[in-house]
């Protein structure tokens, strides 16, 4: 058996924007990405967290979709520098999700408190999607060679026989020493399966609670 941390958070609205779509209709992944969630959990803590600090998995579902429409600034790259666009900003329709509820698991017991006391406000998604912590508990899972998993995201194999969305993204991002110098990130092929999938796998990682099976990403 081994101890994980629990946390559980809510909201009104997520959006876990779709990697690499430019134009038109801006829409979501049906879960969010290892490196969004990452960043939530450094909300909390107040600091940027790195790879190496933790392993965690998540749970993620939501009541609905819905379109907005928001103002979008365009900017350009005269050669030198990033500028604001010379047609100015426009609107555009975005998707978002509704009633979002966000599980992790983390294998790090000893961050409790920066849950139960964060120093950020987290959101999922835009600075909008702001998130409220529900729960932060340590619970008790046995490690299993098979599990039945929804809402979640996982490393892609092609001897997967499992219904999801196949992305290519950005798995997580080192920030660069220099400020504005921009960050490095490893791209990876993963496979969203949403909430209401129930994909029967077989990997390592996975692992059961009393009530729910998942994986824990490793970076």
């Known amino acids: 058996m081994d101890k994980v941390l629990e946390v559980k958070f809510e909201g009104w609205t997520a959006t876990p924007r779709m990697p690499f779509i430019l134009s038109g209709n801006a829409i979501c992944l049906p879960v ?6 990452l960043g939530i959990i450094g909300c909390c803590l107040g600091r940027i967290v790195e790879t190496n600090e933790v392993n965690f998995g998540f749970h993620y579902e939501f ?14 790259y005269d050669g030198k520098k990033v500028k604001k666009h010379s047609k100015g900003s ?17 294998d790090r017991i000893d961050w409790k408190e920066n849950f139960i006391d964060p120093i950020g406000t987290p959101s999922l998604g835009r600075s909008q999607d702001i998130l409220r912590i529900t729960s932060v508990q340590q619970i008790v899972v046995n490690k299993i060679e098979e599990a039945t998993v929804s809402g979640c995201m996982l490393p892609f194999n092609p001897s997967m026989k499992i219904a999801g969305q196949l992305v290519q993204l950005a798995e997580a991002y080192n920030e660069n020493g220099e400020i504005g110098s921009g960050r490095i990130s490893k791209t990876r092929l993963f496979i969203a399966v949403s909430k209401d999938t129930m994909a029967k796998i077989k990997m390592g990682n996975l692992y059961a609670s ?6 824990i ?3």
């Open 210 to 215: 009393d009530n729910r099976n998942f994986y």
């Open 90 to 106: 426009d609107a555009y329709p975005r998707e978002f999700h509704v009633n979002p509820l966000l599980t992790i698991w983390l």
């Open 63 to 76: 009541e609905s979709t819905a379109t907005d429409l928001e103002t979008r600034q365009r900017l350009e």
């Open 217 to 219: 990403h490793t970076f």
């Open 32 to 37: 969010p990405t290892y490196s969004l969630i």
